[in-house]
């Protein structure tokens, strides 16, 4: 009988998320066009309550591939960066329970930025990363499996931590420096540029569910 998965325990996850622009978009810039990005993503993203103190743009950038707008959702613990190259989005302790309002936020705020920007994207990336804290089997015993620690002669490590590189993604799993005992886990997958974001969500789900249940692990 197949043993039964405990849940994990996940901590301090983070999302990223980039994506490059066909062509640079410096003409809103250089023509003094960035009022009408926020206009329109604005408005897009009004029922995320995204209100005008929560936009600004660095005041500070040095140079042009440091000049931003930066769209903020406290509330959400994520934030939409526009730049002239492409879009950054980071999110904060996502789960999988509000995937659903997040896509369609970030879905929203992309298709108003390309309609705006008259420019598709180039090619997409997310990262996602997380620590699972320690369960009823230690986790070095666990990720042991994964190395020829007689070969490699390091029997006596106190973690392992394995890495796993595809053509369009790849994955570490390394020991936790925030949770003694417990493991970091890092997922960056690429996309190509019209790859829609619930479809990317849904690959990076069946991503992590791979991952987990090789820790003998399951999501909720």
């Not at 690959?203 to 692990?217: C, H, I, S």
């Amino acid at each position: 009988m197949p043993q039964e998965l405990a849940i994990a325990d996940i901590q301090a996850a983070f999302l990223e998320y980039r994506a490059n622009f066909k062509e640079p978009i410096t003409p809103f810039w250089f023509g003094r066009q960035q009022g009408e990005i926020i206009n329109v993503v604005h408005k897009a993203l009004a029922p995320w309550q995204l209100g005008f103190e929560n936009i600004s743009w660095n005041q500070a950038a040095k140079n042009l591939g440091e000049a931003h707008i930066s769209f903020a959702f406290p509330s959400l613990f994520c934030t939409l960066l526009v730049g002239v190259k492409g879009v950054t989005i980071t999110a904060l302790n996502p789960d999988w329970s509000r995937a659903q309002s997040l896509v369609a936020l970030f879905q929203t705020g992309l298709d108003a930025l390309t309609t705006s920007v008259a420019q598709g994207f180039e090619s997409q990336q997310l990262t996602l990363g997380f620590h699972v804290k320690p369960g009823e089997n230690p986790f070095r015993e666990i990720v042991s499996r994964f190395v020829n620690a007689k070969v490699l002669e390091i029997e006596k490590a106190t973690f392992y931590g394995t890495s796993v590189y595809y053509d369009d993604h790849s994955f570490v799993i390394d020991g936790s420096l925030a949770f003694p005992g417990g493991v970091f886990v890092k997922f960056i997958r690429n996309f190509t540029g019209e790859k829609r974001f619930d479809e990317m969500a849904g690959t990076l789900y069946k991503d992590e569910e791979f991952v987990l249940r090789l820790l003998g692990l399951k999501l909720k």
